[in-house]
């Protein structure tokens, strides 16, 4: 059974940092892309990053490109996402997803496997 668990969530000040990680078990973490999403109060789910298995790719949403990024070390079935500058609108529980297939995909729909979520909660 896979799962995936993040972790590394919390309450932080505008323009602080925070890093997500979350772990992959369950199947080989090999040739599966990893994506990460928010959903805010109220907001659909939105696609914030995504890496391909190998990690020589990645995707971001434009409101986070050039202050996050998305990792992952394979030899620890991990994925990371390091978010600085970070505002209030960033204020979101985050999930991680695996998916089957597809090239970087963006939208819920193209990932097979989801976390439990995460809250990150940034304040002014």
């Known amino acids: 059974q896979v799962q995936l668990v993040e972790s590394g969530g919390g309450l932080v000040q505008a323009g602080g940092s925070l890093r997500l990680s979350c772990v992959f078990s369950g199947r080989t973490f090999l040739n599966t892309g990893v994506g990460w999403f928010r959903q805010a109060p109220g907001k659909e789910r939105e696609f914030v990053a995504t890496?391909?298995?190998?990690?020589?790719?990645?995707r971001y949403a434009d409101s986070v490109k050039g202050r996050f990024t998305i990792s992952r070390d394979n030899a620890k079935n991990t994925v990371y996402l390091q978010m600085n500058t970070l505002k209030p609108e960033d204020t979101a529980v985050y999930y991680c997803?695996?998916?089957?297939?597809?090239?970087?995909?963006?939208?819920?729909?193209?990932?097979?496997?989801w976390g439990q979520g995460t809250q990150v909660t940034v304040s002014s």
């Open positions: 997803a695996a998916s089957d297939g597809g090239w970087l995909p963006t939208q819920t729909s193209q990932y097979n496997y």
């Open positions: 890496i391909t298995w190998s990690g020589s790719s990645t």
